[in-house]
């Protein structure tokens, strides 16, 4: 078996004494596409902050390797260096920085035009506009798809948003993650759009914090399916606890 990219095991994280993650196995290997399915509340989100080490999301229990590192008591900028980098499902605003700027952050001699026309934004129209509110949400989201793509990373975890899809074209969304793997990197895709899912090389399904499914894209989106589940609260999926 090829040594996985992400190898997480056990991973345990809770708020209020309510579990979030559940145990939670899963693993990624270097050049995959893995797309994450899940009802809202089912621990999505969650598990894309614990990976990249956000502020309030420490986990209780398990283990992250990335690349052989232990990430757990890294800092959310030594995970970024590692490359790690996550696209926000709400992206961050930040007053009176250009998208020029934001795109080449650390990266002085980077051209932004490429990424910019990858997400179907002209250049000549963004790179002087500030990122910030005069921006829209899904204006801000391709912006950030377009640092993804700056960033270069290994791994690349996409949390598509539930609402604005109809902004962000699913075409530029595939172009983004087979430049991605094609830059030799990986990807989750934390999707809601099975058109989306299906370009996966794998798919997991997420419920009550644990993996209850994993296998072909077109498996999971058919197990996906036959759940019940508008909203997670573990009690539909009987096969997810002991």
């Given at each position: ?81 590692l490359?790690l ?10 007053e ?25 934004l ?73 058109d ?27 197990h ?13 999926c ?5």
């Amino acid at each position: 078996m090829p040594v996985p990219l992400l190898d997480i095991a056990t991973l345990t994280f809770e708020a209020d004494h309510h579990p979030i993650l559940d145990r939670l196995d899963l693993s990624i290997q270097p050049g995959e596409i893995h797309a994450l399915l899940g009802a809202n509340g089912s621990g999505k989100t969650t598990l894309a902050y614990v990976l990249m080490g956000c502020e309030g999301y420490v986990p209780s229990g398990g283990r992250i390797l990335f690349n052989g590192t232990d990430l757990l008591p890294l800092k959310m900028y030594e995970r970024a260096r590692l490359g790690l980098t996550l696209a926000w499902q709400e992206p961050a605003r930040f007053e009176g920085v250009t998208v020029r700027e934001y795109l080449a952050l650390g990266k002085p001699d980077f051209d932004p035009v490429p990424a910019l026309k990858q997400v179907g934004l002209d250049p000549d129209r963004y790179l002087h506009r500030r990122v910030d509110k005069s921006l829209s949400g899904g204006e801000r989201h391709r912006i950030e798809l377009a640092s993804v793509l700056a960033m270069n990373p290994k791994l690349a975890i996409l949390d598509e948003p539930s609402a604005g899809i109809d902004m962000l074209s699913i075409t530029h969304i595939i172009g983004i993650i087979r430049a991605v793997k094609a830059g030799g990197g990986s990807v989750i895709l934390i999707t809601h759009q099975e058109d989306v899912a299906l370009i996966a090389d794998r798919a997991s399904q997420l419920c009550a914090g644990r993996i209850i499914f994993s296998g072909s894209p077109r498996e999971a989106v058919d197990h996906f399916r036959g759940r019940t589940c508008v909203r997670c609260d573990g009690e539909v999926c009987n096969d997810v606890r002991p």
